[in-house]
């Protein structure tokens, strides 16, 4: 399914914004990520409430009623930003885990899922981490949700492998969630003032030391 993006006049000349060599067509799933593309520039530029669905559109190259079509409003916008972003950490998180049977590995990949989240072109972090929204129900459950997945799959390790219960296991998880994203927001905010492999490597030393010598978990 296509859509336009221009309008035509009486005597069929072209209208709207393709008089200013806008894109006329793309196929649905295109211009809705072509949208969030926009979207994920201006949220990050100047928050939510600075953000205008004006911008947004002119940044896109399309008329407001196109991404009305798509968007009811500025809120349903941002919320399916968000909801792509806090599935990409989870999966980050949850690769982490399942990439490797190397617990020291394991650790030093969660801690480097949260570099690599931070570090991003698109700067994805600013709407998990530091939204500006997070009064909104709708908002805090979506980063609720991103925390709690990747403390499960955490968890889910560190029970299988150290022989902890639940309740232990998900403390270091909370833990271990905690220090990777506070460090590397702190390693961003100050310019990237080490090697971000290093970073990683001081990081998930302190965090395997804290996990791997107070308790069983040893690499198989």
């Known amino acids: ?3 336009t993006a221009t309008q035509t006049g009486q005597n069929g000349a072209l209208t709207g914004p393709a008089q200013a060599g806008r894109a006329a067509r793309l196929p649905r799933n295109a211009r809705r990520k072509q949208l969030l593309n926009a979207a994920q520039d201006v949220f990050a530029a100047n928050g939510y409430h600075a953000a205008a669905m004006d911008e947004i559109a002119e940044r896109a ?8 079509q798509h968007f009811p409003g500025k809120l349903e916008l941002y919320m399916a930003l968000l909801e792509m972003h806090v599935d990409e ?3 980050r998180v949850t690769h982490a885990m399942d990439s490797t049977t190397d617990n020291k590995m394991r650790v030093r990949n969660a801690v480097s899922a949260y570099f690599e989240f931070v570090d991003g072109e698109s700067q994805a972090y600013r709407l998990v981490f530091e939204s500006d929204l997070r009064g909104e129900p ?3 459950a979506a980063i609720d949700r991103g925390t709690d997945a990747c403390v499960r799959a955490i968890t889910a390790t560190i029970t ?5 219960d639940e309740e232990r296991a998900s403390l270091l998880a909370v833990g271990l969630v905690g ?10 905010s ?5 090697a971000k492999d290093e970073a990683v490597a001081l990081i998930s030393t ?5 996990i791997g010598g107070g308790y069983p978990l040893q690499n198989p």
Not at 179 to 188: E, P
């Open 1 to 3: 399914m296509s859509e």
């Open 61 to 68: 190259g399309v008329s407001k009623p196109v991404l009305y």
């Open 89 to 91: 950490l989870i999966e």
């Open 138 to 140: 709708a908002v805090q």
């Open 160 to 164: 299988a492998d150290a022989g902890l």
């Open 179 to 188: 220090i990777s994203q506070v460090a590397a927001r702190s390693w961003l």
């Open 190 to 194: 100050n310019n990237r003032s080490m």
């Open 206 to 210: 302190l965090a395997w030391k804290g």
